[in-house]
């Protein structure tokens, strides 16, 4: 990277209290870090001095919040989009938090800007001739280095084995030299990340270094004759030594070992023998993250950062990967596990919450319904108290301004005296009755400082704005009738009745208010029937019919990718100015910004901020937006949630439960599933007072007003409702998910 480079991009700098003292040795899988501050600067520009300039220039991330994390427990970081999660979670990988110790190893899977993020269906690629290791080759690398040591093997072995008696010092000293560069290398990338106290000594590390390989590089020049016949004998029995540890690390019955645990990992993942064999240039965007995740989980590491692992994964792979970081912390010396996941299901295997807010890091020990219900009842206790403790005060006051009137109309001065004790109460010692921990209130023991003299008032926890979503009621269909309907449809690739059938015999119709989930394992056939549904293709034989006024309203997997494409594309283009040059339906600019306001894109982030500054959370919202400017009366949506944060998905929940029109889902996350679905109301799993699922899939719409729900399984191209609901169909891959462990 030019120095050019390096000053246009955004730095993190941290900052955080450390002790001169030696504590003893660390635990390299638990961090407990003091006033962490994590500001992210732009890059710098010409003219700017000053600290205080720089740092009003950056945006505050963490101020003076505590860091910590317990060996082996499993944390679910969680926060609002736009917290600054993935900033803290690039910090801590790159060690850039002072306290974090060099010597700690970090494995991080961290979410990228991937195009074609999940070509499960069709038919799979052959493995491409290109150049590129194959998937195997290429995780068991990641994980394991094993091309750098067979290099240095085969130096040594050519150096030890050779006729020349300097063969094996040059083989031993060529080796030293590669391994300084490399380390230069980091050091110079370490100077260039850290800034302040954390960077200087990455500074003084790099000069070091440099000085370091200078010296080495006369050695490493040295001619024959001058090397006396001492320093021969040394290094040649130093080749032959490192040599044999290499030997060690890459000997047959351990790579076997590595290569049955990759093999492993990649079956859970969802790869085939097949796809394993493919070239991991050959792969698509889905695939590849997969590749990566693989060999996260492959590696020996004290701290384990998966940021949204589960976006390019189908059930099967969700409940595996479930399944096996249980285990991995059941392990004789589990990682430390720091988790972010939009599917509250999945996190559920955490044991403590993480929480980004206003700056600060918070801790629960517990899993989010917990939480979320332990917060409600925190609020509800000191709401019940603040309202006992105003009429209380309303009372005493009026008491006050009573024995004052009285004191001095007839010079009573034991009420006068009364009268300013119970003032001085008021002011000095009225507040909180209880401390922290639920105990009675102690002004010497809970309120620290001479100087204070009050206690604190009570202080109700005032909840974040809430995520909303408000959906506009569908027009005006004028006459009844199913909105969708598929009969006797089946589907394949090509017109030749040999040809293999993705869709058989399916049969399913949708009418208005109806809620249908459709679930099913990459390349059951979801995505093909979704296209049938929206008219993007047409069935090879059968009957897809539609209402003749339906406007439909399509959330395509890719929605957010096409949007980052257009952005790209023009960059000027903003939210409000997109809507408006699609504006088909009439609606003037006060309408499209009301929309937009009601999907979380208010005022000048509408008409201001371009459509590639936008984040993934705020696409989502823009395409619904798309979506819903038409008020359509049925909804398809396909994966809609995987850019979002837990709120959000609960909020999009909650709207689309309620909504008057149809509903047909594809989705991964089981709880959104519930909800919008089957009509869980929340994580006490009661079902709302209207059920209509166990009518078949081909029945017609809502009777009596109850709404349908169904919940249908792909598989094989084959559809059918399960009765049980979402329940028997995780049921159903747990069972196959336990029998690929066992196998």
Not at 242 to 253: C, R, T
Request: charged residues 30%; contains cysteine; glycine residues 10%.
């Amino acid at each position: 990277m030019t120095s050019m480079e390096a000053e246009s991009v955004a730095t993190i700098v941290c900052t955080s209290k450390q002790t001169r003292f030696n504590i003893g040795t660390p635990n390299y899988r638990e961090l407990d870090i003091e006033g962490l501050n994590i500001i992210v600067k732009s890059g710098s520009k010409p003219g700017v001095k000053g600290k205080a300039k720089a740092k009003s220039e950056g945006t505050e991330i963490l101020s003076n919040a505590k860091l910590r994390l317990k060996a082996g427990q499993r944390y679910a970081l969680i926060g609002r989009n736009g917290t600054g999660k993935s900033t803290l979670l690039k910090a801590v990988a790159e060690k850039l938090i002072p306290g974090i110790p060099e010597e700690t190893r970090i494995t991080i899977l961290q979410q990228t800007d991937v195009g074609d993020a999940n070509a499960d269906e069709g038919p799979i690629s052959t493995p491409s001739e290109g150049e590129g290791p194959a998937v195997l080759e290429d995780v068991i690398e990641r994980a394991t280095a094993k091309q750098e040591v067979q290099k240095e093997i085969d130096i040594l072995s050519r150096g030890v084995d050779g006729g020349d008696p300097f063969d094996a010092l040059r083989a031993v000293r060529k080796v030293h030299h590669g391994r300084l560069q490399k380390e230069l290398f980091l050091k110079d990338k370490d100077a260039r990340l850290r800034s302040g106290a954390r960077g200087m000594q990455a500074r003084k590390a790099l000069i070091t270094m440099e000085k370091k390989v200078t010296e080495f590089q006369s050695q490493y020049e040295q001619k024959d004759e001058d090397i006396p016949p001492e320093t021969l004998a040394k290094e040649t029995s130093e080749a032959a030594d490192m040599l044999a540890d290499l030997q060690l690390q890459v000997e047959p019955s351990k790579l076997a070992e590595t290569e049955s645990k990759a093999k492993k990992i990649l079956t859970g993942l969802g790869f085939t023998e097949s796809r394993i064999a493919q070239r991991v240039s050959s792969l698509s965007g889905g695939w590849k993250m997969r590749t990566a995740l693989a060999a996260a989980l492959l590696q020996d590491t004290d701290i384990l950062i998966l940021d949204e692992p589960t976006n390019f994964l189908d059930l099967l792979g969700i409940i595996w990967l479930q399944r096996h970081l249980i285990a991995l912390a059941e392990s004789s010396d589990p990682p430390t596990l720091i988790l972010v996941s939009h599917d509250r299901d999945f996190i559920s295997l955490c044991t403590d919450l993480l929480i980004i807010k206003d700056k600060d890091l918070t801790y629960f020990h517990g899993d989010l319904p917990t939480y979320e219900a332990s917060r409600a009842e925190k609020k509800a206790y000191l709401t019940k108290m603040k309202d006992a403790q105003d009429k209380q005060k309303e009372h005493i006051q009026q008491t006050i301004q009573r024995n004052m009137r009285e004191g001095k109309a007839k010079d009573d001065q034991n009420k006068i005296r009364q009268a300013k004790s119970r003032q001085k109460k008021l002011d000095d010692r009225w507040g909180m009755e209880v401390n922290a921990k639920g105990g009675r209130f102690k002004l010497n023991r809970d309120l620290v400082g001479y100087h204070l003299t009050a206690r604190a008032e009570i202080d109700i926890p005032q909840n974040e704005r809430p995520v909303s979503f408000t959906l506009p009621d569908p027009s005006e269909l004028r006459f009844p009738g199913a909105l969708i309907s598929l009969e006797k449809v089946s589907f394949r690739y090509t017109r030749d009745a040999k040809a293999p059938v993705v869709l058989k015999d399916i049969d399913i119709s949708v009418s208005m208010g109806d809620r249908i989930g459709i679930l099913g394992l990459n390349g059951s056939g979801k995505s093909t029937l979704i296209k049938l549904l929206v008219e993007e293709t047409r069935p090879s034989s059968g009957t897809a019919t539609k209402h003749p006024r339906l406007k439909l309203g399509y959330y395509a997997q890719h929605a957010v990718e096409m949007l980052q494409k257009m952005g790209r594309e023009d960059p000027q283009m903003t939210a409000l100015g997109l809507l408006m040059g699609e504006n088909d339906d009439g609606l003037d600019e006060g309408e499209i910004r009301g929309l937009l306001g009601s999907l979380g894109l208010p005022g000048r982030l509408a008409s201001d901020v371009p459509v590639r500054r936008l984040s993934g959370g705020q696409l989502v919202r823009l395409e619904l937006a798309r979506i819903l400017r038409r008020r359509p009366h049925c909804l398809v949506l396909d994966e809609a949630t995987t850019h979002l944060d837990y709120e959000t998905v609960a909020a999009l929940r909650e709207a689309l439960r309620d909504w008057e029109g149809a509903v047909v889902l594809v989705s991964h996350d089981r709880w959104f599933v519930r909800g919008v679905v089957e009509g869980v109301g929340g994580d006490d799993g009661e079902e709302r007072e209207e059920d209509g699922r166990g009518a078949g899939a081909g029945a017609g719409g809502a009777a009596g007003g109850l709404r349908r729900r169904l919940v249908c399984r792909l598989r094989a191209g084959a559809m059918s409702v399960l009765e049980g609901g979402v329940s028997e169909f995780e049921e159903g891959v747990e069972r196959r998910v336990r029998k690929m462990e066992s196998s």
